[in-house]
């Protein structure tokens, strides 16, 4: 009998002693995210550029504003909200502002990818 109590208070010991539960580590945000980019100019300077990543849901939406109904990417509708929502400096840059500046393609191109990153 005092076998049985022994076994039974270790038991009720082994009970009131807290659960380890082993630290899973936390997923690092994307969001907000930035890589700079620099375009090269004809006359060989550069133009810099800061771009941040919006998160997965704008991403998405970025995608899916400039699909055309035939499923090709309209480039003027994506190179606009590239540059509203992923190029932050120079802040409100528009596809106009590229009459007067070089390197549009190459900034859309860079920017494309930079998003592509955040995707696998």
């Known amino acids: 009998m005092a076998e049985e109590l022994q076994a039974q208070q270790a038991v009720s010991a082994q009970a009131q002693q807290p659960v380890q539960i082993p630290e899973v580590a936390k997923p690092v945000s ?4 930035q890589k700079k980019v620099e375009i090269k100019r004809a006359d060989g300077g550069m133009d810099e550029y800061l771009l941040q990543y919006p998160g997965i849901r704008k991403s998405m939406e970025i995608i899916d ?3 055309m109904p035939n499923g090709q990417m309209a480039r003027s509708i994506f190179a606009d909200q590239l540059l509203e929502h992923v190029v932050v400096q120079p802040a409100n840059l528009t596809l106009d502002d590229f009459d007067e500046r070089e390197g549009i393609n190459q900034l859309i191109d860079e920017a ?3 998003l592509g990153e955040f995707w696998q």
């Open 30 to 33: 994307k969001f907000g995210q």
């Open 65 to 67: 504003n400039s699909t």
């Open 112 to 114: 494309d990818e930079f």
